[in-house]
T-cell receptor, first 108, second 114 residues
Framework: KNEVEQSPQNLTAQEGEFITINCSYSVGISALHWLQQHPGGGIVSLFMLSSGKKKHGRLIATINIQEKHSSLHITASHPRDSAVYICAVSRRDDKIIFGKGTRLHILP | DTAVSQTPKYLVTQMGNDKSIKCEQNLGHDTMYWYKQDSKKFLKIMFSYNNKELIINETVPNRFSPKSPDKAHLNLHINSLELGDSAVYFC?????????????FGPGTRLTVT
């Protein structure tokens, strides 16, 4: 079993819908990362969290350290949000472990 | 100005050849990484260097040899290429090691071994 599990694997939604992607992990971490990979292949860091909640535009990321769980929310989703969203954790030994990603498709 | 650059973007080569991928960052970061993304899009760390010193060396065949001539550069040399080496290789950097720093990714190098 992977140390980082994401759900759902695939998500299709209509433009405007509120989107939630979940990430659970089973190891001690120093930080959790949310990454976005566009169809063109480039990877961009969206958030890095070690506690609480962060917001950037329509994106919100939360983390619950006790429950070893994080969520990424997208409000008022748009077709340009279509991408693969990847959760990754930085373990305390400095290694970074990635989830398998959530493929999001927003229909106009 | 590109923050993290990789060359080449595409690399097609035959089994048994030796090839190199170069990575440069102009962010002044101390730590650089190599990641491999397989055909199922799963990312895995290969190596990490902090100030030219190897700090993470995952279970990677020793045909793969990273080299960091200075903290702005981290190159990946692959000997005796095999079909299973076909993947996208991403370089990344962060301010320093410890994991609790944002990662900045290069555009990736798509390696195809025939």
């Amino acid at each position: 079993k992977n140390e980082v599990e994401q759900s759902p694997q695939n998500l299709t939604a209509q433009e405007g819908e509120f989107i939630t992607i979940n990430c659970s992990y089973s190891v001690g971490i120093s930080a959790l990362h949310w990454l976005q990979q566009h169809p063109g292949g480039g990877i961009v860091s969206l958030f890095m969290l070690s506690s609480g909640k962060k917001k950037h535009g329509r994106l919100i990321a939360t983390i619950n350290i006790q429950e070893k769980h994080s969520s990424l929310h997208i409000t008022a989703s748009h077709p340009r949000d279509s991408a693969v969203y990847i959760c990754a954790v930085s373990r305390r030994d400095d290694k970074i472990i990635f989830g398998k990603g959530t493929r999001l498709h927003i229909l106009p | 100005d590109t923050a993290v650059s990789q060359t080449p973007k595409y690399l097609v080569t035959q089994m048994g050849n030796d090839k190199s991928i170069k990575c440069e960052q102009n962010l002044g970061h101390d730590t650089m990484y190599w990641y491999k993304q397989d055909s199922k899009k799963f990312l895995k760390i290969m190596f990490s260097y902090n100030n030219k010193e190897l700090i993470i060396n995952e279970t990677v065949p020793n045909r793969f040899s990273p080299k960091s001539p200075d903290k702005a550069h981290l190159n990946l040399h692959i000997n005796s290429l095999e079909l299973g080496d076909s993947a996208v290789y991403f370089c990344a950097s962060s301010q320093t090691s410890g994991g609790a720093y944002e990662q900045y990714f290069g555009p990736g190098t798509r390696l195809t071994v025939t």
